[in-house]
């Protein structure tokens, strides 16, 4: 069964000190999509919250290990920062759980 999580994070230094469209940020862009192919991880829906100053991205993975190992890779590589994930509960479901 898959795990569906949600991530909140900041740009990491590589997108920051590079600018959209070089060399070095479309390697940026790459290797964190290898990231997200090698840990098996999908992101579902990916944005930017203006309000909270943060990306916010629904995401799912095989199961809980894939997604901390994406996690972790793509901090280390510094695509992302001050990173806070937990699984996603649908309002459906959250609504059900209290009845």
Known sequence: MSYTYLNVSDIGPRFRDTPVGTDEGNAAMAELFTIYEDCGVEA????????????????????????????????????????????????????????
Do not use: F
């Not at 930017?48 to 894939?66: C, H, R």
């Not at 997604?67 to 609504?95: F, H, K, M, S």
């Open 44 to 99: 579902v829906s990916t944005g930017w919250s203006g309000a909270l100053g943060k990306i916010i991205s629904i995401q799912t993975a095989p199961d809980v290990e894939s997604a901390t190992r994406c996690q972790v890779a793509l901090t280390n590589a510094g695509l992302v920062e001050g990173l806070l994930t937990g699984p996603y509960t649908t309002l459906e479901d959250l609504i059900a759980m209290q009845m």
